[in-house]
């Protein structure tokens, strides 16, 4: 019976949407496995010819062109195989389909953004009893591994602390508007200042500034709330400098050109830029950098080897070429100009759904800066939150149409 039919759909569907929300914070294969389902289901409806019109395809045309630059890249490298295995991480902007179709009300909305919150909160805390208990900086401690392996820094749930900074940077951001113009529920304060102290006990840099960028693009959008945008800032700062010896430390040397790490980044960005020259326009191909680095590692580096030269738009660029750069940058410059013309629409009044979209705008900010210092977009679990988040903006557009 077709009625029956679609309520299983319906029911199914629903349930894979609280198992892909729920892993984006705490299991990357639920969340990849729900993710791959609710995309059959997506392409399922949209090969109806009733329904295809209903079905959202935001940003199609410049994904389309990154992609199909990845793939001429991929062909040109000398690797086609190995390049395209590589590039399957592209399939995970699904995510940004998926979740459009599935946000058909500001509500919904608001309901992915809050489930979001509880899955990136709960990783927080795991990664804060990490960190507290966690006996010293050696990487293993024994049973149970979820809490003594690689505990000096928060990782939650997953392998390594710069996936947890990467998925709470969204997170906090995402939602930040929310708390600011008091569009969301009581419990969402004390949630979001969990995920706070989270981030600051990855002691990821990189997704700090991410964050307080993220912050910094709010303060155009929201000029009334700027008063608390400031306090906030500072009463951060201040909490570092009266914060443990390690967090401070951090912070003072970020710009540290003698850093252990940041002279690292340094060396690795000097070998990428000469990867690219030598191949300018198409790149080496994606996964080119874990099969090229070794030959153009600087004698002064740590790691002779590795698979990635922590800078999302230089590995772009050294993977893909200028075309490739060009197609991946579209993306970003369409939906920041999406989501900016929205927020000029959106009346005054509108205040959750300017919320929504100012929360949305913030978080790929953040995503971005973030990015300069590390490849999250490589990263598949911060990706996928990522193109998630995107989804919102068009999610608002067309309640609001």
Not at 105 to 134: M, N, P, Y
Not at 316 to 321: A, K, S
Request: aromatic residues 8%; contains cysteine; charged residues 15%.
């Amino acid at each position: 019976m077709p009625g029956r039919d679609a309520l299983s759909v319906a029911i199914a569907r629903r349930g894979l949407v609280v198992a892909f929300v729920a892993g984006l914070g705490i299991s990357i294969t639920l969340a990849e496995t729900a993710l791959a389902l609710l995309a059959l289901l997506w392409l399922r409806k949209l090969g109806d010819v009733h329904a295809r019109r209903s079905v959202p395809r935001p940003l199609w045309l410049p994904v389309l062109a990154f992609s199909a630059a990845s793939l001429v890249s991929a062909l040109a490298s000398g690797h086609p195989g190995a390049s395209l295995l590589a590039g399957k991480g592209l399939l995970l902007a699904a995510a940004l389909y998926v979740t459009a179709d599935m946000l058909d009300s500001a509500k919904r909305a608001e309901q992915f953004l809050s489930g979001l919150a509880l899955a990136a909160g709960l990783a927080a805390v795991v990664g804060l009893l990490q960190v507290t208990f966690c006996p010293g900086d050696l990487p293993d401690y024994g049973a149970p591994g979820w809490l003594y392996h690689r505990c000096a820094r928060a990782r939650g749930f997953f392998s390594i602390y710069m996936t947890l900074a990467g998925v709470l940077n969204l997170a906090l951001l995402a939602t930040l508007p929310r708390l600011l113009l008091r569009t969301g529920s009581r419990w969402l304060s004390p949630v979001w200042l969990m995920q706070l102290i989270g981030l600051a006990a990855t002691y990821t840099r990189g997704a700090w500034l991410g964050f307080a960028s993220g912050v910094l693009a709010l303060v155009p959008i929201m000029r009334k709330q700027l008063w608390l945008l400031v306090i906030g800032l500072l009463a951060l700062a201040l909490a570092v400098v009266a914060g443990p010896h390690h967090l401070r430390h951090r912070v003072l040397t970020m710009g540290d050109p003698d850093d252990p790490t940041v002279k690292e980044r340094i060396y690795m960005w000097r070998s990428g830029i000469a990867m690219w020259r030598d191949h300018p326009w198409l790149g080496v191909g994606p996964g080119g950098v874990k099969r090229e680095y070794h030959t153009y590692a600087l004698a002064g580096a740590i790691k002779q080897r590795t698979g990635h030269v922590h800078n999302t738009p230089l590995q772009i660029l050294v993977e893909r070429g200028v075309v490739g750069l060009l197609a991946w940058g579209g993306i970003w410059a369409a939906f920041g100009v999406h989501a900016l013309r929205l927020l000029r629409d959106l009346p005054a009044t509108a205040r959750r759904e300017r919320a929504l979209v100012a929360g949305s705008l913030a978080a790929i900010v953040g995503f971005l800066v973030a990015g300069i210092s590390e490849y999250n977009f490589g990263d598949s679990e911060v990706v996928m939150v990522a193109w998630a988040v995107m989804a919102v903006p068009f999610a608002v557009a067309r309640v609001s149409r």
